[in-house]
C-alpha cells in the first residue's frame, strides 16, 4: 500500500480489489470488466458515490488501472474523486465499500454521501 495516495488518481486497495473480482466473477462479466466509478447530486450531504461492474468504459470516461482492476471514471465526476482510496471493510461496523476521498469537506454517517 502506497504511503500517500498520488492526488490525479483513485487508488482501490488489495482487499477491494479483490471483492469487485468475486462480484464481477458472480455476475458473469468474464475477464473484460472494469469498476465504475462516479458521483451523482443526491444523499443528505449533497454528493453520493455510485459503483458498478460494467464491462467497458464510455467514451467520456477516464480509465485508470490499480490492482488489476481497471477503474472508469466520468470525467465531470474525477473531479471530485482525484485523490480517492476505495477499500472494502467487512468488519463488526458494517460491510461494504468505502471512500477515502481528500476533496470531502463533511460527509454523512453513512459514509456514502459527501460534499465539496
Known amino acids: 500500500m502506497p504511503d500517500a495516495v498520488t492526488p490525479l ?3 482501490i486497495t488489495e482487499r477491494a480489489a479483490k471483492k ?3 462480484f464481477a466473477e458472480k ?3 468474464g ?3 472494469g469498476l465504475r466509478v462516479g ?6 450531504s ?4 455510485t459503483l458498478s461492474v460494467e464491462p467497458g468504459p464510455h467514451d467520456e470516461d477516464k480509465v485508470i488501472e490499480d490492482q488489476g ?3 472508469f471514471v466520468p470525467k465531470k465526476s474525477f473531479v471530485f474523486l482525484a485523490g480517492t482510496e476505495l477499500d472494502f471493510s467487512d468488519g463488526l461496523n458494517g460491510k461494504g465499500f468505502t471512500f477515502s476521498n481528500p476533496n470531502a469537506k ?8 459527501f460534499s465539496v
Open 9 to 11: 488518481t483513485i487508488h
Open 20 to 22: 469487485v473480482a468475486f
Open 27 to 29: 455476475e458473469g462479466k
Open 31 to 33: 475477464d473484460e470488466f
Open 39 to 44: 458521483v451523482k447530486g443526491g444523499g443528505c
Open 46 to 49: 449533497g454528493l453520493t458515490y
Open 69 to 71: 482492476i481497471r477503474i
Open 106 to 113: 463533511s460527509s454523512c454517517g453513512c459514509g456514502t454521501s
